[in-house]
C-alpha cells in the first residue's frame, strides 16, 4: 500500500520557498508603482509649464528624485522576480540558467545606477 502521508498538511514541502515571499513582493512593487503614476498624473495634469523647464523643474526637487528612485528600484526588483522565474521554470540546464541570471542582475544593477545618475544630473 502506498504512504499517503505526502497530501494535505501532512505534505512534505520542499524547494527554496520562493512562492508567497516572491508573490507579496511583486504585489508591493506594483502597489508603489502605482501609486507614483497617480502621483505623475497629479503632477502632469495640474502644471501649467508643458516644456522641459517644466519637468526639470518637477525633478530638481529632492523628494521627487527619491520617489522616481524608490520606484525605478521597485521596478528593477519586480522585473528581477518575473526573469528570474522565467529562468528557473524554463531553463533546465543549472550552468545556462546561472548565467542568465548573472546577466539579468548584471543588467538589472547598471539600469539602477544610470537611473540614479540621470535623475541626480538633473
Request: with cysteine; charged share 10%; aromatic share 16%.
Amino acid at each position: 500500500m502506498a504512504d499517503n502521508n505526502n497530501i494535505g498538511a501532512k505534505r512534505l514541502v520542499v524547494g527554496a520557498h520562493y512562492g508567497l515571499r516572491d508573490w507579496l513582493a511583486q504585489r508591493l512593487t506594483a502597489v508603489v508603482m502605482a501609486i507614483y503614476t497617480v502621483i505623475l498624473l497629479v503632477c502632469f495634469l495640474t502644471a501649467s509649464n508643458f516644456s522641459y523647464d517644466g519637468w526639470a523643474g518637477l525633478f530638481s526637487h529632492q523628494w521627487f528624485k527619491l520617489v522616481t528612485f524608490a520606484t525605478l528600484m521597485s521596478l528593477f526588483f519586480h522585473a528581477w522576480v518575473g526573469v528570474r522565474d522565467i529562468w528557473m521554470d524554463y531553463v533546465k540546464p543549472v550552468g545556462i540558467r546561472l548565467v542568465l541570471q548573472v546577466a539579468t542582475i548584471l543588467w538589472l544593477v547598471g539600469c539602477a545606477g544610470w537611473a540614479a545618475q540621470i535623475l541626480w544630473r538633473v
